[in-house]
């Protein structure tokens, strides 16, 4: 099995983007398989958008996954209610959405599960006091043949902890959420695929594909980036982040970056 993983998108142009190019990434590499995390996919970057989740799936992608901007709006909320779209699993009973899911490839069933650490956790209003950690939540979840795990987390030892965990039981931990690509790519000793950090599909240049003014001037007037307005979704050259996976038996075999 090919699968393709594709980190965070971030905006209106980056969906487009995508999907512009996934029917030909999927011929070139013989993909069976496609996860993208889309928690920013909405125009404004903040949470999905109905016009942008429906083209993603349209173009190819098999299972969008999210993160601590899976609440952001009302219409991020009515799309987790799509069988093919995830949330983080380690929230209690009650939050909106399903952190995992099972999908029939051919002969055989790939699973996706969705977690997230504190740290990315911590602002949401939506699951305040409601976010348990996140091995507890895979040692729960009803894994079936190939397991792929997106980890949405900020802190980097986390991440590699909880890969070295699961060595063996996952075939991939794709580190998402931070935006900023992590260069190394590694085949832990029992055939889990890990990268601390997917890293964004967006426009370049900006502060995590946001224009920078508005964060800055916060910064500099009131010393909190974000005391004024959100910022807009950068307009700048796209950057593609990326990891295609070769698996075999529910082990990774082989993992290059596809840029």
């Not at 069976?32 to 949470?47: M, Q, S, T, W, Y």
């Not at 039981?169 to 890990?194: K, Q, S």
């Amino acid at each position: 099995m090919i699968l393709l993983f594709i980190g965070d998108i971030v905006g209106d142009a980056a969906s487009r983007y995508v999907a512009d190019r996934l029917p030909g990434l999927r011929t070139e590499h013989n993909v069976d398989f496609v996860v993208a995390n889309a928690e920013n996919c909405a125009a404004n970057g903040l949470g999905m958008g109905a016009a942008q989740v429906e083209l993603l799936l349209a173009s190819g992608v098999d299972v969008i996954t999210g993160g601590n901007h899976s609440w952001d709006s009302e219409e991020s909320v009515d799309l987790l209610a799509l069988p093919r779209v995830v949330r983080p699993a380690n929230v209690d009973d009650g939050v909106p959405g399903r952190g995992i899911v099972h999908v029939p490839v051919g002969d055989e069933t790939v699973t996706v599960v969705n977690l997230a650490d504190d740290c990315a956790m911590h602002s949401v209003k939506a699951t305040a006091g409601k976010v348990f950690p996140a091995y507890r939540a895979w040692a729960m979840a009803d894994r079936r043949g190939t397991t792929i795990v997106d980890y949405h987390g900020d802190h980097v030892l986390e991440k590699q902890i909880f890969a070295h965990a699961v060595d063996g039981e996952a075939t991939a931990v794709m580190g998402t959420h931070t935006h900023e690509a992590t260069e190394r790519l590694r085949l832990l000793p029992r055939r889990t695929a890990f990268v601390t950090e997917v890293g964004m599909t967006g426009p370049d240049d900006g502060v995590q594909g946001f224009t920078p003014a508005n964060l800055v001037n916060g910064l500099r007037t009131a010393g909190n980036p974000f005391a004024g307005d959100m910022p807009d979704v950068f307009d700048g050259p796209m950057v593609f982040g990326a990891v295609l996976l070769e698996i075999a038996d529910g082990a990774t075999t082989a993992m290059q970056r596809i840029r």
